[in-house]
């Protein structure tokens, strides 16, 4: 059967024309995507948004805030392209989280809820893929990389909405000279006879599912979606929105040559090709907590800041040239900050996991950009003004998408509510 199993499961991890019978329609509003790039491990709010230089040295750490384009504005100076696009993003940097453990902050962000391991509510994207119709013949919902902690679910998947609403995983490295995504290949060497005959024997798979599984709670009709499903398991669009190889040599080169750059760049042909929501592993070096700077906490960052410089700043101009930053929010963050003071690692200094206090970035997508949300004690340890949670993240997000927080769904018998706290940040809009 190639691409396509039992069900209408397909390799992409998706029950295709499930989710194509249960997306509900947008109501005629402009359509917002989202990039969210995940600094795993937790990014240093002190040495990149949140800096401290009238501090002691094992506060302030090592590099020096700079001006960015937006008066009163300073970043860190190991970022001048993204100080020069500070006008398309907003800084919040009085974020809290609910825990400073990784696998289990993981998780928070990507869903606004804490963890809980026999109901884990649905990460952002899942509810993109469970309340707004999918339009187009790709994927809804894609992780770049692998980010599941071994002891945690993996953040931002479908929790208690199933494994339908789990996202398309992509492990390869888009900066590979190998890259390509093999699911695809069938549209391209597979004749119409022989799709057509798939389809015939995908009708004949669901009717025998169907008559085996109509007692069980996730048996759901999908019948008149069968077409669709198979279309989008075939798709031709699907398989070009990942060649990076259509993308100009320069462009590529402003992104960055390395996994983050040609994964941000790939984000945008994702958007662009109709998927709605794209989760990036910010960075891969040591593991995938690569922010997590126990130690050597400068020598790390040299090398990752400028990646994340290049990368994150070119995806903004990037839709800013294409017209698509309004309708594309775009989010950097980690789980949690680090501590105010340097530890003193025989490896090297180093900043450990710190949940009461820490900043991240969002723009495009509507929101007011170029603006401070809130801000941190002397020491980046607190927030002093407008404390933000992760669930007011959340709800931002949701309130952006159009999403409905207080939507209900039947799970393990159990009435669940999608996002049960968190205000919007109304700065924002």
Same mark, same amino acid.
């Given at each position: 059967m190639g691409g396509l199993s039992l069900g209408a499961?397909?390799?992409?991890?998706?029950?295709?024309?499930?989710?194509?019978?249960?997306?509900?329609?947008s109501g005629g509003k402009k359509q917002i995507n989202v990039i969210f790039m995940f600094l795993q491990g937790g990014a240093s709010h002190l040495d990149m948004y949140d800096m401290k230089p009238d501090m002691p040295a094992e506060i302030r750490g090592k590099y020096d805030p700079a001006p960015t384009n937006i008066p009163g504005l300073h970043l860190c100076e190991k970022l001048p392209k993204l100080r020069g696009c500070a006008d398309k993003f907003s800084l919040i940097r009085s974020m809290y989280a609910y825990t400073s453990m990784h696998g289990q902050g993981d998780v928070d962000i990507m869903c606004g809820s804490p963890l809980d391991k026999n109901l884990q509510a649905p990460g952002l994207g899942a509810v993109v893929s469970?309340?707004?119709?999918q339009r187009a013949a790709v994927p809804p919902f894609i992780h770049i990389g692998?980010?599941?902690?071994?002891?945690?679910?993996?953040?931002?998947?479908?929790?208690?909405?199933?494994?339908?609403?789990?996202?398309?995983?992509?492990?390869?490295d888009p900066n590979s000279p190998t890259f390509s995504v093999p699911v695809f290949d069938s549209a391209d060497d597979v004749d119409p006879s022989r799709k057509a005959g798939r389809a015939t024997l995908l009708r004949s798979l669901d009717r025998y599912q169907a008559s085996r599984e109509k007692q069980l709670e996730f048996a759901r009709e999908h019948d008149s979606f069968k077409e669709?499903?198979?279309?989008?398991?075939?798709?031709h669009k699907a398989k070009d929105a990942f060649d990076l190889s259509?993308?100009?040599? !320069?462009?590529?080169?402003?992104? +960055?040559?390395?996994?983050?750059?040609?994964g941000m760049l790939l984000? #945008?042909?994702?958007?662009? /090709?109709?998927?709605?929501?794209?989760?990036?592993?910010?960075?891969?070096?040591t593991g995938i907590y690569a922010w997590d700077h126990h130690w050597g906490i400068f020598p790390h960052l040299d090398t990752q800041l400028p990646i994340y410089d290049s990368s994150y700043s070119a995806l903004l101009n990037d839709l800013d040239d294409r017209g698509l930053l309004e309708t594309t929010l775009?989010?950097?963050?980690?789980?949690?900050?680090?501590?105010?003071?340097?530890?003193?690692?025989?490896?090297?200094?180093?900043?450990?996991?710190?949940?009461?206090?820490?900043?991240?970035?969002?723009?495009?997508?509507?929101? !007011?950009?170029?603006?401070?949300? +809130?801000?941190?004690?002397?020491?980046?340890?607190?927030?002093?003004? #407008?404390?933000?949670?992760? /669930?007011?993240f959340a709800a931002?997000?949701?309130?952006?998408?159009?999403?409905d927080p207080k939507a209900v769904v039947m799970a393990q018998g159990r009435p669940m509510t999608m996002l049960p706290e968190g205000s919007v940040i109304k700065e924002l809009f």
């Open positions: 499961i397909s390799p992409l991890g998706l029950s295709l024309a499930e989710v194509l019978a249960s997306e509900a329609a469970l309340q707004q119709k692998d980010m599941k902690h071994p002891e945690y679910s993996a953040p931002g998947f479908g929790g208690y909405l199933g494994r339908s609403y789990d996202p398309f995983l992509l492990k390869q669709q499903a198979l279309s989008l398991a075939t798709s259509r993308e100009p040599a !320069k462009l590529r080169d402003a992104y +960055g040559r390395n996994r983050v750059g040609q984000a #945008r042909r994702l958007v662009e /090709a109709g998927v709605r929501f794209v989760t990036i592993q910010g960075y891969v070096d775009v989010i950097t963050a980690g789980e949690f900050g680090r501590t105010p003071k340097l530890n003193q690692d025989k490896r090297g200094p180093g900043r450990d996991h710190w949940r009461d206090c820490f900043s991240l970035t969002m723009g495009g997508g509507g929101i !007011k950009t170029g603006r401070v949300i +809130g801000a941190s004690d002397k020491y980046g340890a607190v927030p002093t003004e #407008r404390p933000v949670s992760v /669930a007011d931002t997000v949701y309130h952006a998408l159009g999403l």
